[in-house]
Structure formats: C-alpha cells, structure tokens
C-alpha cells in the first residue's frame, strides 16, 4: 500500500501557494484573514508542514484569486517538474541514465 503523505506533492502546493502570494503582493496574515484561517497555519502550508483538506484548499485558491482548479494545475505542473528533477538526480547518483 502507497503512503497517504505524498510529500514532494506537498511541497509543491506550499510553493505555490507562497508564489502566488507573493504575485499579489500579499503577506500572509493578509492570505489568513482572506481565507479565515490563522496565520501559523499559512507559514505550514507554505513550509510543506501541513496538508490541508479539500476545503481549506478551496478558500485558499479563493484568497489567491485563483479557481480551486486553477490552483491544483499549478501545484501539478510544480509537482512533475519536481518530481522530474527528483528522478533525474537519483539516475545520476545511482549511475543510471535511464535507458
């Protein structure tokens, strides 16, 4: 059975919650205080130290400016390009090149 904590999918939707922050020129406690939430818990996002439900996403993207769809294409296409760059360093360190 796979792990349910996918953590470098978790990283990616903290990076991109952080660019789109900063795109806005928002501060966090601005993002908690759109979004209701405290802004701890935004900094754990950001950091990859937390997994939001669904709904939290939803008022995420909603603080972000951004669709809940619009938001989860950015943190896949961050996610397969990290997860790209993961594979290639580990066929590096192992020697491999993937052929």
């Known amino acids: 059975m796979r792990p349910s904590r996918n953590q470098l999918l978790i990283n990616a939707l903290g990076v991109e919650v952080k660019v789109r922050r900063l795109e806005l020129a928002l501060s966090q406690e601005d993002v908690a205080g759109r979004c209701e939430l405290d802004r701890p818990f935004i900094t754990m996002i950001e950091s990859g130290r937390k997994q939001p439900t669904i709904s939290v996403l939803h008022r995420l993207a909603g ?17 397969r390009a990290e997860a790209a760059a993961a594979a290639a360093a580990a066929s590096l360190s192992t020697g491999r090149s993937g052929r």
Do not use: F, M, T
């Open 63 to 79: 603080a972000l400016d951004l669709s809940l769809g619009e938001l989860c294409q950015r943190v896949e296409g961050r996610y």
